[in-house]
């Protein structure tokens, strides 16, 4: 298995709510029908931790951490 990337790890981490790994790929299956063509980076993410949760089995995503970890200086923190 592929391991997700720091920035997919982090998607994965607010469409998952705690649920399941099928609960989180329905989360992102929902939320990828609402991305506009013009936002080719986030369906780009999307597709690639889509596709990583589906080549994963549950056991393998209950081990995952995911804790958010955002890098303070990609976001604007007090504004």
């Given at each position: 298995m592929t391991e997700l990337t720091f920035e997919e790890r982090n998607l994965v981490c607010i469409y998952s709510g705690g649920g399941t790994r099928l609960e989180t790929i329905a989360a992102l299956e929902d939320m990828r029908r609402y991305l506009d063509p013009d936002e080719a980076e986030l369906l780009a993410l999307t597709d690639s931790?889509?596709?990583?949760l589906r080549g994963m089995d549950d056991t393998?995503?209950?081990?995952?951490d995911l804790i958010p970890d955002f890098d303070p200086e990609d976001a604007a923190?007090?504004?």
């Open positions: 931790a889509l596709d990583k393998a995503f209950a081990g995952l923190y007090g504004e």
